[in-house]
């Protein structure tokens, strides 16, 4: 029997898959959904160029759902298809997800792991840094011309420049309002993602089995104790059974196979028809980063770069400058609200695992989230020196969209929180030897983009619970 299952392959599961496989004396299986390639020599080119984001209507390598929700869906997740941002976030946000879960969350509990984990090539040697992480990170230093010009417009406007947006302490960690460069995880031109620093390293262990297009449809459970999972490879099923079972499939498909499988909201399952394992909150608090996009004509040329090269923080406000051109002639400045009010809702119309799982993000129900875009986006046109408006409510839900950063459908905190799904190691309140160990758990949004909080989550769970 193996010792560690391990449903998901993305950001998260490889982490956790690499750090477990490290003791010769367990046995790790993990299962992807998409395609897990066994080599780097194997995969599509464009996934390892940072400047490629293989999103698009034809893509196969990505999860679609309702709303235009997508994530990766193959070895290293969205960490296989995203921008190589790879900021922390600020301290503020762990004290507040400490007083949620406990003190294993606090900034300085975490930061450790932030450290043991980068090998940041600009700003190592400094105090709250590392040198001999797996992760390489770096900032350009011969960016475009439209990332430039941002920066020189935001210097003008009179914000402070913040070199390193990764500091431990100072404007970088507290988001004090500031431009600066992104830190990106990247290697000599390539993506470094997670599949990348971790998993295919580790690939070659004869205790760490790696198998693709595997979709698990349903916990198997003894009681109130998970034993192994059933599973979908083209026609074929099965079951697999092993000692300790760890989600990693992400906000939407962890928390789709809880309820699933019995772990969810009682009204939801009742209308499911799935038997009631244990009543939980799963999918009913999570959150999101709403995002204006402010477009206007540019005719010069689309510059090959990573999508995002500098970004400006005001508040819980980020603006981000993409380099592509999304629509030919025209380029965009996200306004993104990095702590809203309003909160979504995940659930499911179907227990069919072939029936997406949908998300009503619920964006802008508040005023104070209104009225914070608005705010963003007559700055973003002061900057730009170009009128924008009026900026009412009808233009903000005309121009609307997503991060693309879902988190907290099986949030973390302690069983008598009406919130929480999970404990603060990632165990399922209620059921044995289940943990989720990805963005589903994360009880507070997140001050800046979510894939450094991804992998720290996954290697601080590794090594707190040895799961």
């Given at each position: 029997?193996?010792?560690?299952?391990?449903?998901?392959?993305?950001?998260?599961?490889?982490?956790?898959?690499?750090?477990?496989?490290?003791?010769?004396?367990?046995?790790?299986?993990?299962?992807?959904?998409?395609?897990?390639?066994?080599?780097?020599?194997?995969?599509?080119?464009?996934?390892?160029?940072?400047?490629?984001?293989?999103?698009?209507?034809?893509?196969?390598?990505?999860?679609?759902?309702?709303?235009?929700?997508?994530?990766?869906?193959?070895?290293?997740?969205?960490?296989?298809?995203?921008?190589?941002?790879?900021?922390?976030?600020?301290?503020?946000?762990?004290?507040?997800?400490s007083a949620v879960a406990g003190p294993r969350w606090s900034f300085e509990s975490v930061l450790p792991f932030f450290c043991d984990l980068e090998h940041d090539l600009d700003f190592g040697s400094?105090?709250?840094?590392?040198?001999?992480?797996?992760?390489?990170?770096?900032?350009?230093?011969?960016?475009?011309?439209?990332?430039?010009?941002?920066?020189?417009?935001?210097?003008?406007?009179?914000?402070?420049?913040?070199?390193?947006?990764?500091?431990?302490?100072?404007?970088?960690?507290?988001?004090?309002?500031?431009?600066?460069?992104?830190?990106?995880?990247?290697?000599?031109?390539?993506?470094?993602?997670?599949?990348?620093?971790?998993?295919?390293?580790?690939?070659?262990?004869?205790?760490?089995?790696?198998?693709?297009?595997?979709?698990?449809?349903?916990?198997?459970?003894?009681?109130?104790?998970?034993?192994?999972?059933?599973?979908?490879?083209?026609?074929?099923?099965?079951?697999?059974?092993?000692?300790?079972?760890?989600?990693?499939?992400?906000?939407?498909?962890?928390?789709?196979?809880?309820?699933?499988?019995?772990?969810?909201?009682?009204?939801?399952?009742?209308?499911?028809?799935?038997?009631?394992?244990?009543?939980?909150?799963?999918?009913?608090?999570?959150?999101?980063?709403?995002?204006?996009?402010?477009?206007?004509?540019?005719?010069?040329?689309?510059?090959?770069?990573?999508?995002?090269?500098?970004?400006?923080?005001?508040?819980?406000?980020?603006?981000?400058?993409?380099?592509?051109?999304?629509?030919?002639?025209?380029?965009?400045?996200?306004?993104?609200?990095?702590?809203?009010?309003?909160?979504?809702?995940?659930?499911?119309?179907?227990?069919?695992?072939?029936?997406?799982?949908?998300?009503?993000?619920?964006?802008?129900?508040?005023?104070?989230?209104?009225?914070?875009?608005?705010?963003?986006?007559?700055?973003?046109?002061?900057?730009?020196?170009?009128?924008?408006?009026?900026?009412?409510?009808?233009?903000?839900?005309?121009?609307?969209?997503?991060?693309?950063?879902?988190?907290?459908?099986?949030?973390?905190?302690?069983?008598?929180?009406?919130?929480?799904?999970?404990?603060?190691?990632?165990?399922?309140?209620?059921?044995?030897?289940?943990?989720?160990?990805?963005?589903?758990?994360?009880?507070?949004?997140?001050?800046?983009?979510?894939?450094?909080?991804?992998?720290?989550?996954?290697?601080?769970?590794?090594?707190?619970?040895?799961?």
């Open positions: 029997m193996t010792s560690t299952l391990i449903v998901g392959a993305g950001s998260a599961g490889c982490v956790l898959a690499a750090r477990l496989s490290a003791d010769p004396a367990r046995s790790v299986l993990v299962f992807e959904a998409g395609p897990a390639y066994r080599t780097m020599g194997q995969l599509p080119t464009e996934l390892l160029d940072p400047g490629h984001l293989p999103v698009g209507p034809d893509s196969r390598v990505v999860w679609r759902y309702p709303g235009n929700l997508v994530r990766g869906k193959l070895i290293g997740g969205s960490g296989s298809i995203n921008g190589s941002y790879f900021i922390r976030p600020p301290a503020t946000d762990f004290a507040v997800w400094s105090p709250g840094h590392g040198v001999a992480g797996p992760i390489p990170i770096s900032r350009t230093s011969d960016c475009t011309a439209f990332s430039a010009e941002f920066a020189e417009r935001c210097a003008a406007a009179g914000f402070t420049e913040i070199p390193d947006l990764n500091e431990p302490t100072g404007p970088g960690a507290n988001h004090t309002d500031g431009y600066g460069p992104v830190p990106l995880a990247v290697s000599r031109g390539h993506r470094a993602g997670p599949a990348f620093t971790h998993l295919y390293p580790a690939m070659e262990r004869p205790n760490l089995t790696v198998t693709g297009d595997t979709m698990v449809t349903r916990l198997l459970l003894r009681g109130t104790r998970v034993i192994g999972v059933e599973w979908a490879r083209g026609r074929e099923r099965g079951r697999t059974y092993a000692d300790q079972t760890v989600l990693c499939a992400g906000a939407v498909e962890s928390a789709a196979l809880l309820i699933r499988s019995g772990i969810g909201p009682e009204p939801l399952l009742r209308s499911l028809g799935v038997p009631i394992v244990r009543p939980a909150p799963v999918g009913a608090w999570c959150t999101d980063h709403p995002e204006i996009g402010v477009e206007f004509p540019d005719h010069g040329p689309a510059e090959p770069a990573v999508p995002l090269e500098y970004v400006l923080e005001i508040g819980d406000l980020e603006l981000r400058p993409y380099t592509p051109m999304f629509t030919p002639g025209l380029r965009r400045i996200g306004v993104a609200l990095m702590h809203p009010e309003s909160t979504g809702e995940l659930t499911l119309v179907s227990a069919d695992p072939a029936v997406p799982a949908q998300v009503d993000q619920r964006y802008l129900r508040g005023e104070r989230d209104r009225a914070r875009l608005r705010d963003g986006v007559a700055l973003t046109a002061d900057l730009l020196g170009r009128r924008i408006g009026p900026i009412d409510d009808a233009w903000l839900y005309a121009n609307l969209g997503t991060s693309q950063h879902l988190s907290g459908t099986c949030r973390m905190g302690p069983a008598h929180d009406e919130r929480a799904v999970v404990d603060e190691q990632g165990r399922v309140h209620g059921i044995e030897a289940l943990t989720v160990a990805d963005l589903s758990v994360v009880p507070v949004p997140l001050g800046r983009g979510p894939q450094a909080t991804t992998v720290m989550l996954a290697a601080a769970i590794a090594d707190y619970t040895g799961v």
